[in-house]
Nanobody, 123 residues
Framework: HVQLVESGGVSLQAGGSLRLSCVAS??????MAWFRQAPGKEREGVAG????????YYAESVKGRFTISRDSAKKTLFLQMNSLRPEDTGMYYC???????????????????WGLGTQVTVS
């Protein structure tokens, strides 16, 4: 049974920084990503990372502000978020595909495994 457990979500003011974590019961052979969903909006891909961590991809809205990384030994995915804006508010989910290579579509349908999310509120 695969489990992804996110943590680190808080309420904070615009301009602040935050790091989200996701502990996965998967080995390091899966491409992973962060998604977010704001109230009344569709879920959107934020950032993705290849199985080895050598490849990353970002949505335009977060480029230069967010950094995705992973520690395969600890089976943990991270999202460092800087210069946060109110529009970054939402439930943040980590997800994993069955593929090892980097997914540059950030299409949610490609991701088989999902966590329950952690709430980030920026005011």
């Amino acid at each position: 049974h695969v489990q992804l457990v996110e943590s680190g979500g808080v309420s904070l003011q615009a301009g602040g920084s935050l790091r989200l974590s996701c502990v996965a019961s998967l080995d390091g052979r899966h491409c992973m990503a962060w998604f977010r969903q704001a109230p009344g909006k569709e879920r959107e891909g934020v950032a993705g990372i290849s199985a080895g961590g050598g490849g990353t991809y970002y949505a335009e809205s977060v480029k230069g502000r967010f950094t995705i990384s992973r520690d395969s030994a600890k089976k943990t995915l991270f999202l460092q978020m800087n210069s946060l804006r109110p529009e970054d508010t939402g439930m943040y989910y980590c997800a994993a595909t069955e593929k090892w290579y980097l997914d540059t579509t950030l299409f949610s349908g490609e991701y088989k495994y999902w966590g329950l999310g952690t709430q980030v509120t920026v005011s």
